[in-house]
């Protein structure tokens, strides 16, 4: 069975770009969750989606934003880009509510 | 608030020598699931194991080890033997029953060296 997969692996962008990171789920997993993991901070929640709906969010501004499609597969879109945001976006998901998390491999994002 | 204390930053050992990594968590729900995940140089965070808050057997998986104990808010690792290729990040999680179990708090983490 095929693990979480996220695109691109790694991305460099100018401040006030914007950015779409792109992660496709274990297959039959529904939820999808969204961390942003930096030296300073962490590993931060940025959002949780179930069945195409936001069920959770983290405490992130208004620029970062995602969706989910019908086949599970989930976008996050980060606008107005600014030198903190560049970190390690890891992309979650889960087969059921409270079970285990798997993760992707990340995709690097550098703000120049 | 659902809390994930790691006071541990960085461990070193040497390879054979047994680790345990401390977990400590504040959460004021009933319903809990605490969570290791490894994280290696490659940067993909590896689930280890998930353990609910009314289960509090402790588990071995081969050289792994568990100890979670409600009274103290603890959910403890153990590396027994350590070997060079259990080096990386460890990172202990909790996630709340009524917050929704898709928001996973996440401790500092804790980087493990085990040197030869």
Not at chain 1, 82 to 94: K, P
Request: hydrophobic share 30%.
């Amino acid at each position: 069975k095929a693990g979480v997969t996220q695109t691109p692996r790694y991305l460099i962008k100018t401040r006030g770009q914007q950015v779409t990171l792109s992660c496709s789920p274990i297959s039959g997993h529904r939820s999808v969750s969204w961390y942003q993991q930096t030296p300073g901070q962490g590993l931060q929640f940025l959002f949780e989606y179930f069945s195409e709906t936001q069920r959770n969010k983290g405490n992130f501004p208004g620029r970062f934003s995602g969706r989910q499609f019908s086949n599970s597969r989930s976008e996050m879109n980060v606008s107005t880009l600014e030198l903190g945001d560049s970190a390690l976006y890891l992309c979650a998901s889960r087969l059921a509510e409270y079970n285990e998390q798997f993760f992707g491999p990340g995709t690097r994002l550098t703000v120049l | 608030a659902q809390k994930v204390t790691q006071a541990q930053t960085e461990i070193s050992v040497v390879e054979k020598e047994d680790v345990t990594l401390d977990c400590v968590y504040e959460t004021r729900d009933t319903t809990y699931y605490l969570f290791w995940y490894k994280q290696p140089p490659s940067g993909e965070l590896v689930f280890l194991i998930r353990r609910n808050s009314f289960d509090e057997q402790n588990e071995i998986s081969g050289r792994y080890s568990w100890n979670f104990q409600k009274s103290t808010s603890s959910f403890n690792f153990t590396i027994t033997a350590s070997q060079v290729v259990d080096s990386a990040v460890y990172f202990c999680a909790l996630s709340e029953e009524r917050t929704n179990a898709g928001k996973s708090t996440f401790g500092d983490g804790t980087t493990l060296t085990v040197k030869p």
